[in-house]
């Protein structure tokens, strides 16, 4: 299998528990941390099963237009691989040009959550999309051996939230709309980051300008420890010298956060 990197840790490592061979399709700054399609071309071969997306992408925010997945499509259905896409983070702008993987192509899996985009991750409640009846049925066998089904309370909460999913979904509009435009601010005000914005996804990945790279778990260490604020370490994603960013708390918190931020990076000493 082919899978986007990084991303979502379990869509590439949980493969390889189960005997996989993975190659990774690796994101690019210069790209918008977009992977590149010329490199999918190169990376999929005759016996690849399956390619592995994850849109909106974590930790960037990035995210694959329908043109770009078409191209995608076009190079899965030229060997008869799948396309499994994590589509838990959805753009909350109307500018952005989105398609779930399952509504191109007959062989596209989407997978979704109640737990980024609705906002209520307490409640373990997702669901599967796809064209292909046959695997459908597949995927009820294994939840039936596994799960049975989902707790009653979950269920009724997460069918409370699908059912008002329009009032759901423009409150946390406002809230990522409002706080991307703060972060925005504090970018092109702080010499010592820069970022590839994310296209009115929650999720945020900045670069330390001047921060050694190998440093950046424990500058990240130390900022929790002497600030309060946590962020998770670019290293993490093998991308060290950056971090992610999760923006979409109240405006005060957040403001307060990248202060501190800026107050730490001209303070840390290795």
Known sequence: MIAQYPSYQQLYDWPKTLGAQVDYWHIKEENNWLPQIEELRRLVKSNTKLICLNNAAQPTGAIMS???LSEVVEIARSVDAYILCDE???PLDEETPY???ADLYEKGISTNSISKTYSVPGIRVGWVATQDRDLCNEFRKIRDYTLICTGVFDDAVAS???????????RARKIVKSNLSILKEWVENEPLVSMVYPNAVSVSFVKFEELDPTKT???AIQLLREKGVLIIPGNRFDLPGYARIGYCTDETTLRQGLKLLSEFLREYQV
């Open 99 to 101: 398609s779930p993987i």
């Open 66 to 68: 329908p043109k770009f």
């Open 88 to 90: 838990v983070y959805l």
């Open 160 to 170: 409370l939230v699908l059912k008002h999913k329009d009032k759901v979904l423009e």
């Open 217 to 219: 778990e424990d500058f």
